[in-house]
């Protein structure tokens, strides 16, 4: 159980273009989920934490223009990248935390390759 | 701001070896402690959770300890297995907050 998919897997996409990606939680109901973004050898840094039926709360320094979060269901979060630049390229991965479960217990997706060419 | 390292970056051992993987947190005001493999290209996978209650947990050739005082962790593998190899990474959780703070991962290979 307990079972996140992100959707697509990998995506290229052209400079100015933007991109959606999809964060399911495939068997359990999340009232929070997370986006984080990876760069190559470095660690997860938090982006955003999507609450259901409401508006993301942004970390610092994240552009909330720019990376459009929108939880419109408990099963479903999406992130879209508008006017993606190559400096976008990374790697991004979703959380859901299970509604009613251990308050600080995150399951995590597979990721998202983005690349902007 | 809580601070989450880990130490070495890399590692690099002989199958068979028993090795130890550290990690240290500068706030100590933590919720729970886990421990995430990932490999390469891919997404996380939970290996551990420790609660801030308690002092260690067991799965298998895993075992993580936990020092809150101290602020640090260390994951044990015995007995490695080149499947083993991957980057692993601790992260922590503070109370009143569910947001989890990355370490900055080791990645370990395993020499066959």
């Known amino acids: 159980g307990a079972v996140v998919s992100q959707h697509p897997s990998r995506v290229i996409c052209k400079s100015g273009t933007s991109v959606k990606i999809e964060c399911r939680s495939l068997?359990?109901?999340?009232?929070?989920m997370f986006w984080y973004r990876q760069f190559p050898k470095k660690s997860l840094m938090l982006m955003a934490t999507s609450n259901e039926g409401s508006k993301a709360t942004y970390e610092q320094g994240v552009e909330k223009d720019k990376f459009l979060i929108n939880h419109a269901s408990l099963t479903l979060s999406t992130l879209t990248v508008t006017s993606a630049h190559p400096e976008d390229s990374s790697f991004y991965i979703c959380s859901a935390h299970l509604a009613g479960g251990s308050a600080y217990e995150q399951y995590f997706g597979p990721g998202t390759r983005l690349t902007v060419t | 701001k809580q601070e989450v390292t880990q130490i070495p970056a890399a590692l690099s051992v002989p199958e068979g070896e028993n090795l130890v993987l550290n990690c240290s947190f500068t706030?100590?005001?933590?919720?729970?402690l886990q421990w995430f493999r990932q490999d390469p290209g891919k997404g996380l996978t939970s290996l551990l959770l420790?609660?801030?209650?308690?002092r260690e947990q067991t799965s298998g050739r895993l075992n993580a300890s936990l020092d809150k005082s101290s602020g640090r962790s260390t994951l044990y593998i015995a007995a490695s297995q080149p499947g083993d190899s991957a980057t692993y990474l601790c992260a922590v959780s503070n109370f009143g907050n569910e947001k989890l703070t990355f370490g900055t991962g080791t990645r370990l290979t395993i020499i066959p």
């Open positions: 068997d359990f109901q999340a009232t929070t």
């Open positions: 420790i609660q801030s209650s308690q």
């Open positions: 706030d100590s005001a933590i919720y729970n």
